[in-house]
């Protein structure tokens, strides 16, 4: 029973650690507050079931869910800086238009996939054949690990690119970037465009994997998201892209485990887990400053 | 080649906070000007700057520069000819990336949104060259991120960056004001050699009257708004401080009272 919930968190972790890269890449790199997530993610899954169902191929669904997301990241983007509308309310007012179009999108408020081909039914008709040694009970923890890494390790070379800079000087000093030439308002919009594909990728794979698309699974991203991001940031700090990134699927993971540990010792049930998770974020995020304080009051601060 | 036409400006028109900084301000910039710019606090210095470089829309006027309009271009367009360098040293760089990182973003300017890597080991090379030229031991910390470098050595950067793709224009505002002395000789003097070498045209916003006595070619005092005294070549060259107060006193009818402003 151990076994198989560490093996299902690395899954889950995995798999929505691609969500909580996209988190990642408006809180960390853009420093933007994005509140789409709660709509991109259910986007991906809905795109995605739905043209699933309707007969196309689950590959074509999960890429459509990927343009979805950066579409919605698009809205957000020129909401707050085509229209002024802060970052908050932008991303607010994306997320429950989403709501809406992620109805009409499904036609009805959850689609079952269970006997639907799945990418990951395609997986393992793949395996079976060319490698029928293969456990298949590992199939998805290999599958989500080979996607989860490959798509770090994109965003980490697209980061080292001279757009990815101009991304990372984006967050960081805005006056700054802008006064070597780049239009911020630009910058803001391609990260969001990213960002919300990723995560909407994320909810087109959480879809195939769990057997169905539902118009509420969104509830709660972005806080599990940023639970994973704090996580990350506590285990590996920020020396490097690379560790902060490969931070933030280890905080997903080790969120996912937490959450089913709390569950498995009947501690609370499910319906408490978006409680849970709050308080995971708030505890998360006042340690270290707790761990600051104390260390001030020891050692005098750098500055002094 | 810079032409500031009758330019005006009003902060937070029509409420009770009402401030007109510029009405009906001119000036024009020649080729190879390296204008020192001095004045009161408030007398619009940095406004100036912040017209010039589209950080700030102006109500009314134009400029040009090389004889193309460019009043309602925007910042980031304008950056592709203008260089600044701010006076708080956090301003001019990224502080979470590294030194490298910075200096790829300077050179390409303008030019930031592709795809290329943003570092390779030749851009890494004239960065070095770059930086051993200014021995602040800087070339040695290029993977280092900004934030661990000091005021001094972060203005220095800044001015790197700022002049490394050569600007028509140079901006500098107060960029030696929140150093200590010793760093703002350092920076000064880099400031000239690279004016000089480079053949960069630049208007420095200063609080040090000497310096803006013996920097340049041109001098500027501004006071409420408008351009007092435009001191030129040889009157520039044989400027002192007493004399620089005495002509204020005489133009302005009333005496320099500036506790900022450092007269040695
Ligand atoms: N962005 C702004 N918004 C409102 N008022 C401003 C702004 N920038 C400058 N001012 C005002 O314009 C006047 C000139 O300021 P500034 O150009 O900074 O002076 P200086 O640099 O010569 O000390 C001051 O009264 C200042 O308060
Ligand atoms: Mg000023």
Redesign the interface.
């Given at each position: 029973m151990w076994q198989n919930m560490l093996l299902k968190s690395v899954e889950q972790g995995l798999v929505f650690g691609i969500m909580a890269l996209g988190v990642y890449i408006t809180l960390k790199i853009l420093n933007f507050a994005d509140l789409t997530v709660d709509g991109s993610f259910p986007l991906g899954a809905a795109v995605a079931a739905s043209l699933i169902i309707s007969g196309h191929s689950p590959f074509t669904a999960t890429a459509a869910a990927i343009l979805a997301g950066a579409l919605a990241g698009l809205i957000t983007g020129i909401l707050n800086t085509g229209a002024k509308i802060s970052e908050l309310l932008s991303g607010i007012l994306t997320m429950t238009s989403l709501y809406s179009i992620n109805l009409r999108i499904m036609g009805r408020p959850n689609i079952p996939l269970l006997n639907e081909p799945t990418i990951f039914t395609s997986l393992q008709e793949f395996v079976k054949v060319q490698f029928p040694v293969f456990p298949l009970e590992y199939i998805y923890l290999v599958t989500f690990l080979l996607f989860a890494g490959a798509i770090e390790l994109m965003l980490v070379l697209?980061l080292?690119?001279?757009?990815?800079?101009?991304l990372?000087?984006t967050g960081?000093?805005p006056?700054?970037?802008?006064?070597?030439?780049?239009?911020?308002n630009?910058?803001k919009i391609i990260g969001l465009c990213i960002s919300n594909a990723l995560i909407a990728l994320s909810g087109a794979i959480v879809a195939q994997y769990q057997g169905f698309a539902d118009v509420g699974m969104g509830i709660g991203t972005i806080i599990a998201g940023l639970a994973s991001v704090i996580i990350g940031d506590a285990l590996l700090g920020?020396r490097s892209i690379l560790t902060s990134t490969l931070g933030v699927i280890l905080g997903s993971i080790l969120y996912r485990f937490s959450i089913s540990l709390v569950l498995s010792f009947r501690l609370a049930q499910a319906s408490d887990l978006k409680l849970l998770t709050a308080v995971v974020v708030v505890i998360a995020l006042t340690i270290p400053r707790f761990k600051n304080f104390m260390r001030g009051s020891i050692i005098p601060s750098e500055r002094g | 080649m810079l032409v500031l036409e009758n330019i005006s400006k009003t902060f937070n028109a029509g409420t009770p906070n009402e401030n007109r900084v510029f009405d009906g301000l001119s000036l024009e910039v020649n080729e190879g000007d390296f204008i020192t710019v001095i004045g009161s606090n408030g007398a619009g210095k940095s406004t100036l700057l912040n017209i010039i470089a589209g950080v700030i829309p102006v109500d009314g006027g134009k400029i040009y520069l090389d004889g193309k309009n460019i009043t309602n271009l925007p910042e980031y367009k304008r950056a592709a000819f203008i260089g600044r360098v701010f006076q708080d040293p956090m301003l001019g760089t990224s502080p979470s990336m590294t030194v490298e990182e910075n200096l790829s973003l300077a050179y390409s300017r303008a030019c930031n949104i592709s795809l290329r890597w943003g570092l390779t080991a030749k851009k890494r090379q004239i960065f070095k060259r770059y930086l051993s030229n200014i021995s602040l031991g800087l070339e040695e910390r290029l993977a280092e991120k900004v934030k661990s470098l000091s005021g001094g050595q972060r203005q220095a950067l800044t001015l790197i960056m700022a002049t490394m793709k050569k600007p028509r224009i140079l901006l500098l505002d107060e960029h030696t004001g929140a150093l200590d002395p010793k760093t703002a000789i350092i920076v000064n003097d880099l400031t000239e050699r690279i004016v000089k070498e480079e053949k960069i045209t630049t208007i420095m916003v200063t609080h040090n009257l000497e310096d803006a006595i013996r920097m340049g070619n041109r001098l500027l005092m501004m006071h409420h708004g408008k351009i007092v005294l435009d001191i030129r070549g040889k009157e520039k060259a044989a400027m002192t401080i007493e004399r620089l107060l005495k002509k204020f006193e005489e133009v302005q009818g009333e005496k320099f009272a500036e506790d900022r402003m450092m007269l040695a």
């Open positions: 697209f080292k690119t001279q757009l990815g800079l101009s990372r000087a960081d000093n006056q700054m970037i802008r006064s070597q030439g780049v239009n911020t630009v910058t920020e | -």
